[in-house]
């Protein structure tokens, strides 16, 4: 079956003339206000360079939009419900814990936390769930009732941990606004949501600073050794200091939190004499952000302090490829959510997910896979892009390791398929104007939650990211060079 298409916001081609002109503006317009990273390949701290962007937004139907935008306080407050059950928890990350050491490590410092008695009760969710447009229809053979490009939508995976591009997505529905301008079709700017992700997660932060309540505490950002997707960062800080400036802002990577924190009789995270009332990470999701044991205990103490995570360690492990998919199983949504009609809808957002575990079920599994693994995509417990296995490659590692217990630490999912749309991607030193290629998008809804076990002091939907990549390429994260920022036009 070929895949469906959705139509350009504008007609394209665009001509050759107009097309060059508009993209030498855009870039500029991008390196002046922030669309940007600095370079991987050859890095230079003082460098920033635009990251890679679609030229026209991309279109998305706006019922679905909309689905998504209801949706996500209520996948907060289900990963909340999640995140403190610890028998839940417990059972669903127990044979992918035997073969998992990252994801052992953060669970043991779950398990050292609660043992000594949890100081801050108070969780900060920063959540993003990632959905994509599926275009095959599960109701007829291959064409949708509603005779559209596209059915419904899926979703991908939720983060728990480092959601970012609270400040790249807004300012890239700002400069597609710019470059629809500049071609004489600003009357379409309009069909572009509102996107107050960054504000939305910034208030996140300092609302949960104010719960903290000592008003001489500071806000700590973990940072990686070298942040590449810093303007995303920076852009945080900037917001906060402008609607705070009592708030004071540190960025320490964990290796800098092990040399240069302590914990205080009351059990605060004292920096620089201060107490931390916020510890917002942006590392510390994958193993290479841990090189030494060092970095783990900064990660116990920091864990083990009053001051408020994003995440604590129960929401990190609740963001587990292995949590998505036993949600997925028969019941457990209604353990969570009842049998109401809500719990229905959440069903309907996930796609095929199945364990890999050494029972029945598993090895189900494992053959569906083996008769067609370009229906899948097989996942490890992992977060940051660049891990998954694809197509002929799922084969393989499931043949390697069937009879593996390192088996239990993947899922296995069914592949989305997203209708086509063509576009112009314009990335770093490429050459002037690139060609039209088919993009496929996947959309982030941004949520805050904030509370304890029982009680929710803040549940909330903040705005939303568009990331969009050649239609063939398996995955398309921006800062691995794959990805482009784009924005919904809504349908
Ligand atoms: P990570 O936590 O590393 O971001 P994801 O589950 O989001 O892991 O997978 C990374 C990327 O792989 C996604 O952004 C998407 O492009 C692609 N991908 C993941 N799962 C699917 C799927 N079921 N169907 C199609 N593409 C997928
Ligand atoms: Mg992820
Ligand atoms: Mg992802």
Request: include cysteine.
């Amino acid at each position: 079956m070929s895949q469906s298409r959705l139509k350009s916001c504008i007609p394209l081609p665009i001509d050759h003339k107009i097309l060059v002109s508009v993209i030498e503006k855009a870039k500029d317009w991008a390196l002046m206000h922030g669309v940007g990273m600095r370079d991987k390949k050859h890095f230079n701290k003082d460098v920033i360079q635009i990251a890679p962007f679609v030229l026209l937004p991309s279109p998305f139907p706006r019922t679905e939009f909309n689905k998504a935008v209801e949706l996500q306080p209520i996948l907060n407050e289900l990963m909340h419900k999640v995140a403190h059950d610890d028998e839940f928890l417990e059972k669903t990350l127990q044979n992918a814990l035997q073969v998992d050491e990252f994801t052992a490590n953060l669970f043991d410092i779950w398990v050292k936390v609660r043992e000594e008695g949890i100081t801050q009760p108070i969780s900060l969710g920063m959540l993003r769930s990632d959905i994509m447009l599926e275009s095959r229809c599960p109701h007829t053979e291959n064409q949708c009732a509603k005779h559209t490009p596209y059915c419904s939508w899926k979703q991908v995976e939720i983060n728990s941990i480092a959601s970012g591009f609270g400040h790249l997505g807004p300012v890239s529905k700002d400069i597609q606004s710019y470059i629809l301008r500049q071609l004489g079709h600003g009357d379409l700017i309009k069909n572009m949501p509102e996107n107050r992700a960054l504000s939305g997660l910034c208030t996140g932060i300092t609302d949960a600073y104010d719960l903290f309540g000592v008003p001489s505490a500071v806000v700590l950002f973990v940072v990686e050794e070298v942040s590449y997707n810093i303007c995303d960062q920076r852009f945080h800080e900037f917001e906060i200091s402008e609607k705070r400036p009592d708030i004071m802002i540190y960025r320490k990577t964990l290796n800098e939190i092990y040399e240069e924190t302590r914990l205080n009789e009351k059990k605060q995270l004292i920096l620089e004499d201060r107490p931390v009332a916020v510890v917002y990470y942006r590392s510390g999701y994958e193993p290479a952000q841990y090189p030494t044991s060092k970095e783990w205990d900064a990660r116990l103490r920091v864990e083990k302090s009053s001051a408020i995570k994003c995440p604590s360690i129960h929401y990190q492990l609740a963001g587990t490829k292995k949590v998505q998919q036993a949600l997925a199983a028969p019941g457990v949504l209604e353990k969570f959510m009842g049998a109401g009609a809500t719990t229905g809808r959440v069903r309907d957002i996930f796609a095929g997910l199945y364990s890999l575990d050494f029972d029945e079920n598993g090895e189900r599994a494992v053959d569906m896979a083996l008769a067609d693994a370009e229906r899948f995509v097989l996942k490890p417990q992992r977060e940051g892009g660049g891990n998954n296995v694809y197509g002929a490659d799922i084969r393989d590692a499931l043949l390697r390791m069937r009879h593996s217990r390192e088996r239990a630490a993947y899922i296995l999912m069914e592949r989305i398929l997203p209708p086509l749309v063509a576009g112009y991607v314009v990335r770093p030193g490429a050459a002037v104007p690139p060609p039209i290629t088919d993009l496929v998008s996947e959309l982030g809804i941004f949520g805050v939650i904030i509370g304890t076990k029982d009680k929710i002091y803040c549940n909330k939907q903040v705005g939303h990211m568009l990331r969009t990549k050649l239609a063939d390429a398996n995955e398309g994260g921006v800062a691995a060079g794959l990805g482009a920022l784009d924005s919904p036009y809504l349908l």
